[in-house]
């Protein structure tokens, strides 16, 4: 038992986190705009009213490094982005129980004339706790920002 204690008392406080998404194709993007593309400019159309005052900057830099992983060829695409829904855990609270964070929008990218060559529902949820989980939800803007880019990664790009 004195072995026990001490084993569930850590493992709650190195807690981590973990991860979902439900996204779905509104347009695929063809293979060839897959391969070829790059984006070159990231727009949020929309900021949610529970954000900071740099989570544009915050949004449009996570998700356009995360993107330059997977979309790096010579076709420029524009990312243009609305949020329906975001929510940032409470770093305090995961501290002790989980918390989840979410971040839900439709990505829609274009090609230099304007034309839609790919959009997609994207969703993806984070829960986290203990100590991990509360350093994760102090930061919860980037890291949601990142998942965003990295679903859509998965999405158009196949995680190129």
Not at 89 to 101: D, E
Request: with cysteine; glycine share 10%; hydrophobic share 40%.
């Amino acid at each position: 038992m004195k072995v026990i204690v001490p084993a569930l008392v850590g493992a709650f406080l190195l807690a981590g986190c973990v991860s979902s998404h439900g996204t779905n194709a509104i347009q695929n993007i063809s293979s060839e705009a897959a391969s070829r593309g790059r984006v070159t400019r990231v727009m949020l159309l929309n900021t949610p009213d529970n954000v900071s005052p740099g989570f544009v900057s915050e949004f449009q830099t996570s998700v356009m490094q995360r993107l330059s992983q997977c979309a790096d060829g010579d076709l420029p695409l524009t990312l243009s982005v609305t949020l329906n829904g975001y929510q940032s855990a409470n770093a305090a609270l995961a501290f002790l129980a989980p918390a989840q964070s979410q971040i839900s929008g439709v990505a829609r990218l274009t090609d230099a004339s304007g034309t839609v060559v790919g959009e997609y529902n994207i969703r993806r949820s984070l829960t986290v706790g203990g100590v991990a989980g509360a350093i994760a939800a102090s930061n919860a803007e980037h890291h949601m920002s990142n998942a965003f880019g990295e679903e859509l990664c998965k999405q158009a790009f196949k995680g190129r």
